[in-house]
T-cell receptor, first 115, second 111 residues
């Protein structure tokens, strides 16, 4: 059973460029969440997608956008890259629950470096 | 606002020396508290979910406990391969699906 997969593994961009990161959830999962993790910090919630819609968003500017496809995979897009966007970007998948909690399982991450 | 504070920031132990990591949290209605392990440059690996005060869960040398304000991750007779950053996170009813992470505890086990 494949876990959460992300691509690419590493990416180098320059300021002002745009980037797209991709995520495939764990088999049987229908919800994808994206996080940004700066060096030495815990992951910060960017947004969550369920049923192809953005359901919740953290404190990130509109330069960060996403998409979820019918097969539950997801993309994270970042426009007008800034040096401060350099980080490890993590995708997590889960099963949507109306009660209780939804444990999230993480992928290996994409390391983005902005020069 | 939901908050998570982990201590200590870093902990160095000798192989076999047991200890505990602390996670203090503030949340308006706890849906779940999570512990993850993260190796350098990799994604967090799920360890435990705790739902209510008094609950305990164990896995190999790790045991997680939960009170109304704190969670502890006890590590018994650690081995060098237990070296990693341990992350605590909470999900509250007011924040829906959003999970709030602490900054983690970097654990180093010397042989």
């Amino acid at each position: 059973d494949a876990g959460v997969t992300q691509s690419p593994t590493h990416l180098i961009k320059t300021r002002g460029q745009q980037v797209t990161l991709r995520c495939s959830p764990k088999s049987g999962h229908d919800t994808v969440s994206w996080y940004q993790q700066a060096l030495g910090q815990g992951p910060q919630f960017i947004f969550q997608y369920y049923e192809e819609e953005e359901r919740q968003r953290g404190n990130f500017p509109d330069r960060f956008s996403g998409h979820q496809f019918p097969n539950y995979s997801s993309e994270l897009n970042v426009n007008a890259l800034l040096l401060g966007d350099s980080a490890l970007y993590l995708c997590a998948s889960s099963v949507r629950r109306t009660s209780g909690t939804d444990t999230q399982y993480f992928g290996p991450g994409t390391r983005l470096t902005v020069l | 606002e939901d908050q998570v504070t982990q201590s200590p920031e870093a902990l160095r132990l000798q192989e076999g020396e047991s200890s505990s990591l602390n996670c203090s949290y503030t949340v308006s209605g706890l849906r779940g508290l999570f512990w993850y392990r993260q190796d350098p440059g990799k994604g967090p690996e799920f360890l435990f979910t705790l739902y209510s005060a008094g609950e305990e869960k164990e896995k190999e040398r790790l045991k997680a406990t939960l009170t109304k304000k704190e969670s502890f991750l006890h590590i018994t007779a650690p081995k060098p391969e237990d070296s990693a950053t341990y992350l605590c996170a909470v999900q509250g009813y007011s924040s829906a699906s959003k999970i709030i992470f602490g900054s983690g505890t970097r654990l180093s086990i010397r042989p």
